[in-house]
């Protein structure tokens, strides 16, 4: 009987799906056929009626996921109003088609042309997060329509109301109808969508999901963008400013209640350099109340790692935190001591955490940010800014700030990009919009005899010898590639002969 209650349950699920990714498939054509200046208009009105709705939308925010008015319009609305005006003025320029240029085609396509052009997926689903509902899942959403794409939208569970004030906004603006559809939040939705016939899935959460994510669409040979969890390094060189570096992490560790993908979870710098930090850490530290999260579970699962820690040798900055008992919510976890092998310098943590572990070289510094499976974001603080550089180009992660944390993945013209345990692909930037397309070669030709076609010559035809291309084909080999001038030259000289032979041959 549950079997059965099971299936009628994914049936009553997918069925709703299907008909709404069909309806955007429906749309899709001639939405893709309007010109990228058309598609845009819709993103200048939104962007136009952002600043009207920002107040409801920071109230919403607060209602339902306890989000400070200042995190909503610094981490959610304003980026994404820049989004929107990156999209305006680089969008054309991104997704034009590219002509390879003459110089770029080899001899044998004489009178050929090609062009690399940028079409759309189809119809790309967009599975949201809820801890920046309005930045994240909006970049996705506008990067996919501006491309050509219809869009099927499945909200985050813990945000619905967030997300439907997205998705009216985003029909206010002029879409037309069919070509953007949100889906119900509930959690098995979003199994659903995978299955439900669409061409690309863009999915932001965490790492257990995102694996069944790409396994459900790997399995239909579908196309994934997924951006998942991190536990981020902040790098101190030896010249770091201790205040600075004590700020920035606890910033990197606290903002949005520690709830942020690329939250700044682990600092890594030389013991003396620690020593300096947690000093200036404990002020910060010290008096701070603990924070109601959205999804308790993450603090419960917090505070254990770190009392594990603890067991195994680490120790309490500042001194044991009050509320670990979980009642008030999570206390700020910052933790001395913590070796890469603990549990808490390697999961990923919706919570206020944050590590402080030692090292003696630059080498320990590199091996430390490569203990952990995750692989999202790195910070490397240094008074010099070539020796930031230089560790920042040695290290694994793919979205690397020096002397900041947090803010410059909210950068509009740059990717984030995810690898490792945080998973693959870009959102954002021109490769957030280029991850929504797909390239599309067209190869030109002459007409009739205009074109160089000796490769028709080659294959047998009844009653007739073919002409032998080999010493031709030899020739063109030497004369374009060998290393030496002096061969290259000879045979270029002898291909005259060569093609004059092989054109007695074929007549």
Not at 120 to 137: A, D, E, K, M, Q
Not at 191 to 209: E, K, M, N, Q, R
Not at 273 to 296: D, I, S
Not at 343 to 372: H, T
Request: proline share 7%; with cysteine.
């Amino acid at each position: 009987m549950d079997t059965q209650k099971a299936n009628e349950q994914a049936v009553s699920v997918e069925s709703p799906i299907k008909a709404q990714v069909e309806l955007a498939r429906c749309a899709q054509p001639a939405w893709s056929a309007f010109t990228i200046r058309a598609r845009l208009q819709v993103v200048r009105r939104f962007r136009g009626l952002l600043p009207s709705r920002a107040e409801e939308w920071c109230r919403v925010a607060r209602e339902e996921l306890g989000k400070e008015e200042a995190v909503t319009l610094s981490g959610d609305i304003l980026p994404l109003a820049e989004a929107c005006k990156f999209l305006g003025r680089r969008a054309q320029s991104i997704l034009a088609p590219r002509r390879v240029a003459r110089s770029d085609t080899p001899w044998m396509f004489f009178g050929s042309r090609a062009t690399v052009e940028k079409i759309p997926r189809g119809v790309v689903g967009v599975i949201g997060t809820w801890n920046y509902p309005f930045f994240l899942s909006g970049v996705q959403i506008l990067q996919a329509l501006v491309a050509g794409n219809g869009v099927v939208f499945k909200p985050s569970e813990v945000a619905p109301r967030c997300s439907a004030l997205l998705a009216a906004l985003l029909q206010e603006a002029g879409l037309p109808p069919g070509i953007f559809q949100m889906v119900s939040h509930q959690r098995e939705f979003g199994p659903a969508l995978v299955a439900g016939g669409i061409d690309h899935v863009v999915f932001t959460g965490s790492l257990p999901v995102g694996r069944m994510v790409a396994g459900a669409a790997a399995e239909r040979l579908v196309t994934s963008t997924l951006e998942l969890s991190g536990c981020d390094p902040l790098i101190a060189l030896e010249d770091a400013e201790p205040a600075l570096v004590a700020r920035s992490a606890w910033f990197g560790a606290v903002i949005n209640q520690g709830q942020t993908c690329v939250a700044t979870r682990r600092v890594l710098a030389s013991h003396a350099l620690l020593e300096k930090v947690e000093a200036q850490l404990v002020p910060l530290v010290n008096g701070v109340h603990p924070f109601r999260l959205v999804r308790p579970s993450e603090g419960e699962k917090a505070i254990a790692l770190a009392r594990e820690a603890v067991s195994q040798g680490a120790r309490w900055v500042g001194g044991e935190p009050a509320g670990l008992n979980g009642d008030d919510g999570c206390p700020p976890l910052v933790l001395a001591g913590v070796r890469p092998e603990m549990r808490i310098a390697r999961e990923a943590l919706f919570a206020p955490v944050l590590c402080l572990m030692g090292a003696s070289n630059d080498e320990q510094l590199i091996a430390l940010e490569e203990s952990c499976p995750f692989c999202l974001g790195a910070s490397v603080f240094s008074a010099r800014l070539e020796r930031a550089r230089h560790v920042a180009d040695r290290l694994r992660s793919p979205n690397v700030s020096i002397n900041e944390v947090v803010i410059p993945l909210g950068h509009p013209s740059t990717p984030i990009v995810a690898r490792g345990d945080s998973g693959w692909g870009s959102t954002q930037g021109a490769e957030g919009l280029l991850e929504m397309t797909l390239p599309r070669v067209i190869f030109q030709a002459a007409p009739g005899p205009l074109a160089f076609r000796p490769h028709l010559e080659m294959v047998p035809r009844a009653g007739e010898k073919s002409p032998d291309m080999t010493g031709l084909l030899r020739a063109m080999l030497v004369s374009g590639h060998d290393n030496s001038w002096t061969r290259r030259l000879s045979a270029g000289l002898s291909m005259p002969g060569k093609a004059w032979k092989w054109w007695k041959g074929r007549t």
